[in-house]
């Protein structure tokens, strides 16, 4: 039921890759644009043309293959998965889900410190990467957590803990809901809290709130597309890869710490997965399925917050929902957290699962 898995693009794809950025149709701009207009034509033609000539997609596989890939099938949908397994014996089990635009590739940074500790899962979310595609309705956060606790189980680890950011997180709270008696712990580093006029909050946390309901207030283009049409886009981003590359290129841009340091091979290496594995679409439909609300997670619950994440979470509201064991705030980092800060995000997890959860 479980199967080893090597990643090894064919060549006719990459050169078809090469081919299509060789052949691209750029728009126009107008004097003196800036990112008030959107992405920059000189830096995304910089970006197109060294993904083109300089980015090697072979050297970065070859790293890959260096990790211990699977593949299994749940609920009628391929799962890829790396399975690292600590070498302590009986460490605690934890899954580590990313979100969008991500992939596994987020956790790479995390893998060494916390396989110290912790048997790892680090599964691609179906219609993400090489899952592949997902070919029916109703692939929700909540489907994916109750494909989690089977993974886990056929993994043979009968209790575990989560973690993830973004969409990550809501699978990793979902994951709580669904399979109490076996998850010990959910950890996050992204939690939207919304304003409620009945907590009293402190000016530091009044001035995070302004954040989230200017966040509330002017909804990302990127989300109400793939919420609403997620096929429209699906065509454009799977048909160019430029299209491709600046919508994620600019969540990059717009949602990192400045202070961090993404290079462009690494960001490069998640954008082409999306490209090579033609998971645009399908990635998008996470928006539209995702309900808006969700059974409460009973679990333990530790949250990290990074300064520069594109919301911000306020603890007295989300001590309302959930039962916080741990929280932390850093002043570096943003969306990325394991990408950007992965000394940070590490040490966190650790302190949480190690010391919090019983």
């Known amino acids: 039921m479980i199967e080893p898995f090597r990643v090894n693009i064919p060549q006719a794809d990459l050169d078809d890759l090469a081919d299509r950025l060789s052949r691209t149709r750029w728009p126009n701009e107008v004097a003196d644009a800036g990112w008030d207009y959107g992405f920059p034509l000189a830096r995304l033609k910089e970006l197109a043309e060294y993904w083109r000539t300089g980015y090697d997609w072979r050297e970065h596989e070859a790293k890959l293959n260096e990790l211990p890939h699977f593949t299994t099938e749940i609920d009628g949908?391929?799962?890829?998965?790396?399975?690292?397994?600590?070498?302590k014996p009986d460490a605690l089990a934890l899954i580590l889900t990313h979100g969008w635009p991500g992939s596994f590739l987020e956790f790479l940074d995390v893998i060494e410190p916390l396989s110290r500790d912790f048997h790892l899962v680090i599964?691609?979310?179906?219609g993400y990467?090489?899952?592949?595609?997902?070919?029916?309705?109703?692939?929700?956060?909540?489907?994916?957590a109750r494909a989690w606790d089977e993974l886990m189980r056929r993994l043979g680890y009968e209790r575990y803990g989560a973690q993830g950011g973004d969409f990550g997180a809501g699978i990793s709270l979902a994951l709580g809901a669904v399979a109490p008696e076996r998850v010990v712990g959910v950890h996050v580093n992204y939690l939207p809290t919304r304003p409620d006029p009945d907590v009293e909050?402190?000016?530091?946390?009044?001035?995070?709130?302004?954040k989230v309901r200017q966040l509330?207030?002017?909804?990302?283009?990127?989300?109400?597309l793939q919420a609403l049409t997620p096929q429209t886009i699906g065509y454009a981003l799977t048909d160019s890869p430029v299209g491709q590359l600046v919508w994620i290129a600019e969540r990059f841009a717009q949602w990192t710490?400045?202070?961090?340091?993404?290079?462009?091979?690494?960001?490069?290496?998640?954008?082409?997965?999306?490209?090579?594995?033609?998971?645009?679409?399908?990635s998008a439909r996470l928006h539209r399925e995702t309900p808006r609300r969700i059974e409460p997670c009973p679990v333990p619950v530790g949250v990290a917050v990074f300064a520069h994440d594109i919301t911000q979470s306020v603890r007295p509201l989300?001590?309302?929902?959930?039962?916080?064991?741990?929280?932390?705030e850093f002043e570096r980092g943003g969306h990325f957290a394991?990408?950007?800060?992965?000394?940070?995000?590490?040490?966190?997890?650790?302190?949480?699962?190690l010391t919090h959860v019983k």
Do not use: C, K
Not at 318 to 328: G, K, M, N, V
């Open 123 to 126: 599964p691609s979310i179906p």
């Open 77 to 87: 949908q391929n799962i890829h998965f790396v399975h690292v397994r600590s070498s």
């Open 338 to 353: 394991a990408m950007e800060v992965p000394e940070l995000l590490a040490e966190d997890v650790r302190d949480f699962f």
């Open 216 to 224: 509330m207030a002017n909804r990302p283009p990127y989300q109400t």
């Open 318 to 328: 989300a001590e309302r929902l959930y039962d916080i064991r741990h929280w932390s």
């Open 129 to 144: 990467g090489f899952s592949g595609p997902t070919h029916e309705r109703g692939w929700d956060i909540v489907r994916v």
């Open 201 to 210: 909050v402190s000016e530091a946390d009044e001035a995070r709130l302004d």
């Open 257 to 282: 710490d400045p202070r961090s340091h993404i290079g462009d091979d690494r960001m490069l290496t998640g954008i082409s997965l999306y490209w090579l594995t033609a998971t645009a679409a399908s």
